[in-house]
């Protein structure tokens, strides 16, 4: 199962960021995501354990949802189907059939791209002057 996505930047140097094209770029990633994890839970079949569950009542594939927040610091996709948790973890009858865990692994590196992209210019100097990306810029 993979983690969550994070950045780290170096701030010594740098104090402010573009919020509207980081927010831009966290918008787009979560619809990436969102957009996997229909794809997965759109085939009509019954799923095994360790895959996506299949497509019964519909439910699942059309409670998923992407957006960034509107400070522009995070991005949420997930699902708001009642029953989706049950899905994601298992329960001790039934092995887990993880939905946005396998969506975000699918699409880690698109995510990764989009945001490496906003947020390496849309970085500021103390100055106010835009800069290129800084120095130490970790992803992982």
């Known amino acids: ?13 740098y104090m402010q960021f573009d919020r509207k094209a980081v927010r831009g770029a966290m918008r787009k990633a979560a619809a990436v995501v969102k ?3 229909k794809r997965l839970s759109s085939r009509k079949a019954v799923s095994l354990p360790g895959q996506p569950p299949g497509r019964a009542s519909g439910t699942l594939f059309g409670s998923a949802y992407g957006r960034g927040s509107r ?3 995070a991005m949420v996709a997930g699902t708001t189907s009642p029953h989706a948790h049950l899905l994601e973890l298992g329960t001790r009858h039934m092995e887990p059939r993880p939905l946005m865990s396998v969506a975000l692994a699918n ?9 490496e992209a906003a947020i390496g210019p849309g970085i500021f100097a103390i100055d106010g002057s835009p800069t290129q990306a800084p120095p130490k810029v ?3």
């Open 71 to 73: 400070r522009g610091y």
């Open 107 to 115: 699409k880690r590196d698109a995510v990764v791209g989009l945001l």
């Open 35 to 37: 957009k996997e994890a």
């Open 138 to 140: 970790e992803t992982g």
């Open 1 to 13: 199962m993979a983690g969550p996505v994070k950045v780290q930047v170096d701030y010594t140097r």
